[in-house]
Nanobody
Framework: QVQLVESGGGLVQAGGSLRLSCAGS????????MGWFRQAPGKEREFVSA????????RYADSVKGRFTIYRDNAESTTYLQMNSLKPEDTAVYYC?????????????????????WGQGIQVTVSS
């Protein structure tokens, strides 16, 4: 059974930083494209960032570009989202997701339906 488990969320003041981790089970994880999404109360789930299997290809939502960095450690089966200069509007439940069928980022990286596995979500709260 494949599992994705997020950690690293919490409460931080505006301007602060957090690093989210997504630990995957199974050796195949290293071949997956991985994504981060978030959902704020009353809003739809939105794309945040994605990384291809090798870690060389990355994509970001415009709202986080320049502030967030996605990277992965395949030896540890973990994907990370480093979040700097956090803003109150970044407050949301963050989810990591994995695409078991395609390791490359491609064009549909921001489509949640592409991803086969999802973590349980972790709360990030940024106070003003």
């Amino acid at each position: 059974q494949v599992q994705l488990v997020e950690s690293g969320g919490g409460l931080v003041q505006a301007g602060g930083s957090l690093r989210l981790s997504c630990a995957g089970s199974g050796r195949a994880f290293s071949m997956w494209c991985m994504g981060w999404f978030r959902q704020a109360p009353g809003k739809e789930r939105e794309f945040v960032s994605a990384v291809g299997w090798s870690g060389r290809s990355t994509r970001y939502a415009d709202s986080v570009k320049g502030r967030f960095t996605i990277y992965r450690d395949n030896a540890e089966s973990t994907t990370y989202l480093q979040m700097n200069s956090l803003k109150p509007e970044d407050t949301a439940v963050y989810y990591c997701a994995g695409d078991r069928d395609k390791g490359y980022v491609g064009d549909d990286y921001s489509d949640p339906s592409r991803y086969d596995y999802w973590g349980q979500g972790i709360q990030v709260t940024v106070s003003s």
